[in-house]
């Protein structure tokens, strides 16, 4: 049993009631692979097959029906128990917190955000990563704790994404770029230039336009702010990110003035991102008030 965590328990449980691994993972928002794998782990560690396929159905045994009558007890108690001790004072939290900042918000507010941390929260070890592939399915598995970055209208549903920000996207260049001599830019000139893009999903934020006139020259993708912001100081090419992310007193880079058509703006949502199922979570509410607190004093 000690090698049963508490998702494990949540994927069996729903598969008892479903009977089905593709309605299980629709419900628990994962893969129909990561049930099966879940399922495969389980019955080593059970050393019971716990389910008996028969058709399309997986029918429980009955140590599988003895567990899942008392499962939901311990689920509620175990929470029950994490919400009292997480409601305590931050000072007295220990342990490990895993927290994704995408690029654009790390390079900002990764150190300040950090010192806010460890300021009330002095006994903990705080793991604060770039987003990588890993980014859901460590918040699903509450691997990670929360998430922050730009708001994405295709991430699953059990993905809460919380806005902090209201933010301006702006299209940055070096001070000898040529577009700086122009009061303002039209968008048919910015063909004439590259840009640098974010190449990982979710990680950065590109220019947030509809149908430009023009296919985009782009020498450089990275998922690295820090090179990005490199390169654009030191070559022609245009990088994007947000008027709350330019307060980094390194960034060198000046905002191009670009004159938008009626009815376009560029605008993005800086988010927090957590599993719904923590939403209520004593301690994902004080995470959130600590990061809206740095990104949004």
Request: glycine fraction near 4%.
């Amino acid at each position: 049993m000690e090698n049963l965590n508490l998702r494990t328990i949540k994927v069996l449980l729903s598969l008892h009631e479903t009977e089905n691994t593709y309605q299980t993972a629709d419900k628990m928002g994962i893969s129909q692979s990561a049930v099966a794998r879940t399922l495969a782990k389980a019955r080593e560690a059970l050393n019971n097959p716990l389910f008996i396929r028969q058709g399309r159905a997986f029918l429980p045994t009955p140590l599988m029906n003895e567990l899942a009558s008392k499962w939901p007890d311990f689920i509620e108690n175990f929470e029950n128990l994490a919400d009292v001790e997480l409601s305590l004072d931050p000072f007295w939290l220990t342990g490990q917190y895993h927290i994704y900042l995408n690029s654009h918000i790390k390079n900002a507010y990764g150190a300040s955000l950090f010192q806010a941390l460890s300021t009330h929260s002095p006994k903990a070890t705080w793991i604060i990563e770039g987003w990588d592939s890993m980014l859901i399915d460590d918040l699903l598995n509450q691997r990670a704790a929360i998430g922050v970055g730009f708001y994405q209208e295709d991430l699953p549903k059990v993905i809460a994404q919380d806005v902090i920000l209201e933010d301006k996207v702006l299209l940055l260049a070096n001070a000898q770029h040529p577009l700086h001599h122009y009061d303002t830019v039209e968008l048919e000139q910015l063909g004439g230039f590259g840009f640098i893009t974010h190449s990982k999903r979710y990680q950065g934020i590109d220019l947030k336009l509809e149908a430009l006139p023009f296919t985009p020259i782009i020498p450089l993708h990275t998922d690295c702010m820090e090179l990005a912001t490199k390169v654009a100081q030191s070559q022609p090419l245009l990088l994007t990110t947000t008027a709350s992310c330019l307060c980094d007193g390194k960034n060198t880079l000046l905002p191009v003035n670009i004159n938008m058509p009626q009815g376009r703006t560029l605008s993005t949502k800086t988010v927090c991102l957590y599993a719904q199922e923590v939403a209520d979570k004593p301690f994902i509410r004080w995470l959130k008030h600590v990061i809206r607190e740095v990104i949004h004093p």
